[in-house]
């Protein structure tokens, strides 16, 4: 039997889309997926094209053929441009920020090695390092070269990044209880590594505190508009000492669900993401559990780095209908924005704040029954707990 395969990041059955009617190629015949996802908070946006094919033998041993997957170099030609809503009409503008002449941006090709897995790991990707907007629609055109004909395109509006929330309180309440309190444009604010030497009780609320158990921590932030999604990860950096002398940085990441909005263009205040810090500590004993090794002398905490994620609604749609079925009913639509193709052309933005954490809160992580096997450092001492404590 004929079988196709789309390929993106993941492997996408064709099929009917949300919006569009795809029609499958005939043997021979060639589409092109797309998985580009822009970021402008990133130093780098890279896009990933391949070809859709339809081959009369087996489809995942084909798609392991860097041949059958990717187009040749100098094959395609990818382009982005802006545009700007102008009292009703989209006017093409600027596509750089610090180039103001600039309305296109031709990207580079090249071949980068990904993990192995059912497609070859030789993927060609698309890429610049121009300085994007975080305003006004881009689109992208794909050109068949040498004759420059417009093989596929799409377009996707941008989201500006998040801004958390915080009450203008320096001591109780909601100003310990934020796990980071980013406050634009105040220069006092402090990154890990610009902490005060000698911190005093009049600091703390700059520190991430963990350590009440009888109070849930709350993050509050204030919408982008036209971000559809958000998400929270938090992360934990530490050092592991190890007893032939040596060290290593790792990480713990605590993930949440994602949060969706009704109406993007509203800008409100969300309350979203709440938890008791005995989630926190839980799930970093059971990660520690699974990696745990014989040869750590101690640990020290590091800092805790916090990512707010924001996505448009082309990228939400796009995870939320190409989700893998749970059910036995496998028949399902696949969602894709891209013209003359398949796959997804769409905007996140991450903010990202890294603080340290308050000295009691390093010495409940590391005296806690939970967490007290993992050999953590105290505060004070330098050294693991010896004592557990609740």
Not at 70 to 77: A, I, T
Not at 113 to 127: E, K, L, M, P, Y
Request: charged letters at 20%; proline letters at 4%.
């Amino acid at each position: 039997m004929t079988k196709s395969l789309a390929l993106l990041s993941i492997a996408l059955i064709l099929g009917t889309s949300c919006n569009n009617d795809l029609n499958i190629v005939m043997p021979g015949g060639e589409m092109c997926s797309v998985y580009g996802v822009l970021k402008p908070t990133d130093t780098i946006q890279k896009i990933r094209i391949n070809k859709v094919f339809v081959t009369k033998g087996d489809a995942k041993e084909a798609a392991k053929i860097t041949s059958m997957v990717n187009y040749n170099q100098g094959e395609l030609k990818v382009v982005l441009e802006r545009f700007i809503d102008k009292n009703g009409v989209y006017t093409q503008t600027t596509t750089t920020i610090g180039n103001a002449t600039k309305k296109q941006i031709i990207l580079n090709e090249s071949v980068v090695t990904t993990a192995g897995g059912t497609f070859s790991n030789q993927q060609r990707i698309w890429t610049t390092n121009d300085k994007i907007f975080k305003t006004g629609d881009y689109k992208i055109s794909i050109y068949k070269m040498p004759k420059d004909s417009l093989l596929a395109y799409a377009s996707t509006t941008m989201i500006d990044s998040i801004f958390t929330y915080y009450n203008g309180t320096s001591s109780g309440g909601i100003g310990y209880q934020m796990p980071f309190i980013y406050i634009p444009n105040n220069p006092s604010y402090p990154e890990h590594g610009f902490y005060p030497a000698q911190p005093t009780s009049s600091d703390r609320y700059k520190y991430t505190d963990f350590s009440n158990f009888d109070s849930d921590v709350q993050i509050n932030f204030v919408t982008s508009k036209n971000a559809k999604a958000y998400d929270l990860n938090l992360r934990l950096h530490y050092i592991d000492n190890y007893t032939d002398g040596t060290s290593a940085i790792h990480f713990i990441d605590l993930d949440f669900d994602y949060i969706n909005v009704e109406d993007p263009s509203k800008i409100e205040l969300i309350k979203g993401f709440n938890f008791n810090p005995f989630r926190f500590f839980s799930n970093l004993a059971s990660k520690l559990s699974q990696t745990n090794s014989s040869n750590v002398k101690n640990r020290k905490v590091d800092y805790i780095e916090t990512n707010l994620m924001a996505c448009n609604n082309d990228l939400y749609m796009y995870f939320l209908v190409n989700t893998p079925s749970s059910t036995i009913a496998q028949d399902k639509p696949i969602y894709t924005n891209i013209t003359n193709g398949v796959g997804v052309f769409a905007c996140q933005t991450t903010s990202t704040t890294r603080k340290d954490l308050w000295g009691s809160f390093i010495d409940k992580i590391a005296c806690h029954a939970i967490t007290f096997p993992y050999k953590f450092c105290n505060f004070s001492t330098g050294t693991p707990a010896i004592t557990i404590c609740n």
